[in-house]
């Protein structure tokens, strides 16, 4: 088995076994680095490389956006998705103007929602396994 194929059935397997929370955390994750990724090619003029990490940040800012469930919280939702929507068109900017200062900017955006739920997410698991001993 190849080092892909057992980072791949890992994968599966922590998305399977994790909780919303936690995969909403996984999301963000993912996301801050496709989008370190890319700020880092434009910097070195990899424009490919550049543009596939921009894709996929895109990619997981489309899923947050389309699994708002506006029946819970619909403010917050209508809020989320217009600073999703505004994210998605900086990245479109950054990758046709070859800039990274939209990626900037969206990072900035998103850092504190991402360090939010990350606290909300691992702020019970630290507290129960402090607890535990």
């Not at 399977?16 to 496709?34: A, E, H, N």
């Not at 990490?53 to 939702?77: F, V």
Request: charged letters at 20%.
């Amino acid at each position: 088995m190849t080092p892909a194929n057992v980072l791949s059935r890992y994968g599966a397997v922590q998305a399977s076994t994790s909780t919303p929370g936690q995969i909403l955390v996984m999301l963000y994750d993912g996301l801050f680095r496709f989008l370190n990724e890319a700020r880092a090619a434009m910097v070195e003029k990899r424009r490919g490389r550049a543009g596939e990490s921009i894709g996929r940040a895109h990619a997981i800012i489309d899923t947050l956006c389309s699994t708002l469930d506006p029946s819970h919280a619909p403010a917050l939702c209508e809020n989320l998705e217009a600073l999703y929507l505004y994210c998605m068109q900086r990245l479109i900017t950054a990758n046709m103007e070859s800039r990274p200062e939209p990626i900037d900017e969206v990072l900035h955006i998103l850092a504190p929602l991402r360090d939010a739920w990350h606290e909300v997410v691992e702020g019970p698991r630290a507290a129960a396994s402090l607890d535990a001993r």
